[in-house]
């Protein structure tokens, strides 16, 4: 009986499905990023569980620089065009950077392992623990200590924000990863049948 492989068997993805997957990704970020539709269909920002599934799922580097710009973009449109406040908009911007591209690298690091069944469960929450924790770092971090929004930054007061905020930003990564590992592993399953049955009737 095969057994059941999880993300990181991603390298085997035809072009075909990788392209599919970046257009479900990028909706995914202009309907749930920032003042967009998010309040009215009341979904969590997807932005930082988009960067982790985009490096594991797409192969080369340029989705990454594709959803930085898409992420940039949006957040200009929604100042400029959109009447949202430009309270994040500072020189502490640029932390956006390292940040989503340590959520890439960690999705990266994850589809490489080639793992299968249970044993991908190490390596996959290694990846999410380091890639969120990065993230948050430069992110926060970077608006906490560089935006010029705050006087007399210190890192008590950056844990104590970092305990009300992160677990936040957590739930909604791990809502939509969940979703994406219920879905590859259904379509893992389904499928292995049809190639069980293949070769059975073969």
Wanted: charged share 5%; hydrophobic share 50%.
């Amino acid at each position: 009986m095969p057994k059941l492989s999880t993300l990181s068997n991603v390298p085997a993805l035809a072009e075909r499905h990788q392209i599919v997957i970046a257009l479900m990704l990028v909706s995914l970020m202009i309907i749930t990023r920032g003042h967009h539709f998010s309040s009215l269909h009341n979904l969590p920002g997807a932005s930082w569980a988009v960067f982790f599934l985009a490096g594991i799922y797409l192969r080369t580097v340029w989705p990454l620089v594709g959803f930085l710009a898409l992420s940039w973009w949006l957040d200009f449109a929604a100042y400029t065009w959109g009447g949202a406040s430009g309270f994040c908009l500072t020189p502490a911007y640029v932390f956006l950077l390292p940040a989503y591209a340590a959520l890439w690298l960690a999705g990266r690091w994850y589809a490489g392992q080639h793992q299968f069944a249970l044993n991908t469960l190490l390596p996959l929450s290694l990846s999410m623990v380091t890639g969120l924790i990065l993230c948050e770092l430069f992110s926060s971090g970077g608006f906490y200590f560089f935006s010029g929004r705050f006087t007399d930054a210190t890192w008590v007061e950056f844990a104590g924000r970092t305990l009300n905020y992160f677990p936040m930003y957590i739930e909604s990564f791990l809502f939509y990863t969940g979703v994406a590992i219920v879905m590859h592993a259904a379509l893992v399953m389904i499928n292995q049948q049809r190639n069980l049955r293949g070769t059975t009737t073969g």
